[in-house]
C-alpha cells in the first residue's frame, strides 16, 4: 500500500505502535528473562497488528515467535527449537503464496534459534539478521509502526551489545 493512502491511526497502525513500545523495551534489556518477556508482549501485539493488517504469514509468524518466547523462559531444549522451527517451515509451507511472505517466517526460525540456543551478545547478534528480515516484511505490508519498530530495535539491539561488550571487558581491564 502506497504511504500516502495508510490511515496512519487505524486500529491495525495503533496495536503496531504498541508493539514498538514493547520491542524496544525488549532490546533495552541486559537480562535476557527480562529480554524474553517483554519480547512476547511484542509478540503478542504483532499478532493482532498483522491480523488487522490481513497477514496471514505474519501472523502465523508473530504466533510462533510469541510462543517460542514463553517456551524460552522455560527451557533450551533443542527438541524445542527444533519443533518451533518445524512448525515455522510447516506454517511457510501452507501460507506463503510469494517469496516475501517467508520473510517473517525466516525471522521467526532465527529467533528460536538465538533464544534457545545462544545467550547475551550472540543471542542479541542473530536477533539484529530477524529483525532485518523484518524490516523487509513490514515495509512491504506497509506497517508503520512495525517498521519504525525494527529500524528502531536494530539500534537499540546494537547499542545494547555494545554496552553489554563493554560490561563484560571493564572486569577484565581491572586485573
Not at 19 to 28: C, E, K, Q
Not at 86 to 102: E, I, T, V
Request: hydrophobic share 55%.
Amino acid at each position: 500500500m502506497p504511504a500516502m493512502m495508510i490511515d496512519w491511526f487505524s486500529p491495525a497502525q495503533c496495536v503496531g505502535y504498541v508493539a514498538f513500545a514493547l520491542g524496544v523495551g525488549s532490546f533495552l534489556q541486559t537480562d535476557d528473562r527480562r529480554f524474553k518477556l517483554f519480547m512476547a508482549g511484542e509478540c503478542f501485539a504483532y499478532i493482532v497488528h498483522f491480523g488487522l493488517l490481513g497477514n496471514p504469514t505474519a501472523v502465523a509468524s508473530s504466533t510462533m515467535s510469541f510462543l517460542r518466547s514463553l517456551l524460552a523462559l522455560r527451557t533450551r531444549a533443542l527438541w524445542v527449537a527444533a519443533l518451533v522451527v518445524a512448525a515455522n517451515l510447516a506454517l511457510g509451507l501452507a501460507l506463503a503464496k510469494q517469496a516475501s511472505d517467508w520473510l517473517p517466517l525466516l525471522a521467526s526460525c532465527l529467533g528460536t534459534l538465538a533464544l534457545f540456543l545462544l545467550q547475551g551478545i550472540p543471542m542479541r547478534l542473530l536477533m539484529l539478521c530477524g529483525t532485518c528480515l523484518w524490516i523487509a516484511n513490514n515495509v512491504i505490508a506497509g506497517s508503520i509502526g512495525g517498521t519504525a519498530l525494527e529500524v528502531v530495535v536494530a539500534c537499540v539491539n546494537a547499542s545494547t551489545m555494545v554496552r553489554m561488550a563493554r560490561q563484560n571487558k571493564a572486569p577484565a581491564e581491572a586485573i
